[in-house]
Structures are given as C-alpha cells and as structure tokens.
C-alpha cells in the first residue's frame, strides 16, 4: 500500500538499510513487517530504475514476499 507521510512520500519501493532488503508498496504483503523498520532506515525509490543498482549488488536483497515473480 502506497504511503504518503514521511519517510514514504508516496515512493513505491522502500529499501530497508538494516536488513538490506527492497520491498514493493504495492505488493505488501503483512510478512513484510513495513511499520516495524525503523524510519531512520529507510530509503525510498519511486521506480525500479531507481533503485537498479541495488539489486544488482550482491549485498541487498529483493524481498520474498512483496517482490516475488509470478510463476
């Protein structure tokens, strides 16, 4: 679900610092535990593009949950 306040601003994809984890808002899913990370860790991206090079290090993860493919 899309969120308007801050940190969020209405971005799509949020990444979680601490975890090292991009989640998809519009995805969400309640595994997800969004309201559970801490503000100060988050960084958000309003597209994939945005985000590209994060999910192509090897350290940053997509998320099992809100970023699976469909099969």
């Known amino acids: 679900m899309r969120r308007y306040e801050e940190p969020y601003y ?10 090292k984890t ?9 595994e997800c535990q969004i309201d559970s990370i801490d503000k100060e860790l988050i960084d958000m991206y309003s597209s994939l593009n945005e985000a590209a090079l994060l999910l192509d290090h090897p350290f940053y993860y997509p998320c099992p949950h809100c970023m699976k493919k469909d099969e």
């Not at 799509?12 to 975890?19: A, F, N, P, T, V």
Request: glycine share 6%.
């Open 10 to 19: 209405g971005k799509r994809y949020l990444y979680d610092i601490e975890k």
């Open 22 to 30: 991009l989640h998809d808002l519009v995805n969400e899913k309640p």
